[in-house]
Every structure is written in C-alpha cells, then in structure tokens.
C-alpha cells in the first residue's frame, strides 16, 4: 500500500487541467479525490479524463475503431489538442467516480488482490474506519508484495 505522506491526491474542485497535469508530472493513472477533512469523496482516472471527449459531444468522426492507425499520428495529436481545450473551467467534481470501491486497512493482502482481479480496477482506496483516505492499493503494490512473499519463502528453505 502507499500510505497517505505519499498520495497524490486532487479534491472535487481541482480543475481536469490541473489533475491531468498532475497525472502525468507523477506518472499514475488515478488519483484519490478528497475533502478537506481528507474524507474519501471518489476516484478520478486517466480514463475518466479521457472519456471528456465523448461526453462533450465529440461529433467530428464516426470513426468506430477506439485507435488510430499508425499513419495518423498528426490527426491523433489534433484530437488530443481539441480535447485538452474542453477542459478549460471544468473540474475533477464533474467527471469523477463518487464512492468507489474501497478496502480497509485491515483487509488481508489476499482478499485486496483478488478484488483487483475481479474488477479490473488498477488501484483500490484504503480507508479508516470513518472513510478517511489512509492510502491506495495498486496491482503495482500487490505484485512487490508477491514477490517479496516470494523471495522471503525461497531464503527460508
């Protein structure tokens, strides 16, 4: 788990831009969102920022393959540049995931990863008992513990 002195967090009246800066200046796909009280308010993701274009009203192609093709590198930059202009006045609020999915901080290892698996979800919010945001759980967390559990059990025998 990444505890809280680590997190990147945003909170709902964080603007798309400063978010979207933030995911890529950190390198992460998700961020926690939060009030003030550092109480779980939802999640947002790269993938929600992304979905901009088609919830603005993205009526410029019909195209229905989701990837360009290889020779469409300017195209592709041109969408993302008309993408990132929707973005301006609009906040985190408006496109994140309100009460996510979340684990305890005394859910075992186990149980966590298999939730990952089930649902596809690439981090999990870990919360107190009173829905305060302690940390996040990613399948990047769980994969070192893995191999750490693993490593460990191979220098015992």
């Not at 009030?35 to 992304?50: I, P, T």
């Not at 309100?98 to 939730?115: C, F, I, K, Q, W």
């Not at 690439?122 to 399948?139: A, E, F, H, N």
């Not at 490593?151 to 015992?156: F, M």
């Amino acid at each position: 788990m990444t505890g809280r002195q680590h997190l990147h967090v945003v909170k709902p009246s964080t603007s798309v831009d400063d978010a979207l800066e933030l995911l890529v200046e950190k390198k992460v796909t998700g961020l926690p969102v939060i009030d003030d009280d550092w109480n779980l308010v939802g999640v947002v993701s790269d993938y929600d920022l992304l979905a901009l274009d088609s919830i603005s009203g993205r009526s410029s192609q019909n195209d229905t393959n989701m990837f360009p093709n290889v020779d469409s590198s300017w195209k592709t930059f041109n969408e993302l540049q008309k993408l990132i202009s929707k973005t301006h006045g609009q906040v985190v609020g408006d496109f994140m995931t309100p009460s996510p999915l979340v684990v305890r901080g005394s859910t075992n290892l186990e149980d966590a990863a298999r939730l990952l698996l089930e649902t596809k979800f690439r981090r999990l919010p870990v919360v107190d008992s009173d829905g305060k945001l302690i940390g996040i759980l990613t399948r990047g967390n769980v994969v070192r513990a893995a191999l750490q559990i693993k490593r460990e059990t191979e220098n015992s025998t």
